[in-house]
């Protein structure tokens, strides 16, 4: 089972997952503009069939399966080449 704290880097379609079968899919990065930070659009899915697309900007979480994941950083280099880290918080 994934335990808390554990880390998953997700990249534009790439499929990161965990040994308790969540998934994630990088979809879209939304570069930072003068009023908005970064953001990123992932998939997420879990081992029952449930699939969540999620708008995340850095600092926010989400929960899928009964965990709660926190988006920590965006490391981009344009539109094409990303990657973000995902941090399971509980």
């Known amino acids: 089972m994934t335990q808390v704290g554990f880390q998953a880097h997700v990249g534009e379609g790439v499929v990161s997952s965990t040994d308790d079968d969540i998934s994630f899919a990088g979809s879209y990065v939304f570069p930072a503009s003068d009023t908005e930070s970064a953001k990123v659009e992932l998939a997420v899915w879990d ?4 699939e969540i697309d999620v708008t995340l900007h850095e600092g926010e979480t989400f929960e899928i399966a009964g965990q709660t994941w926190r988006l920590d950083k965006i490391h981009s280099e344009g539109q094409r080449h990303w990657y973000a880290d995902l941090t399971r918080i509980a």
């Open 47 to 50: 081992d029952v069939s449930t």
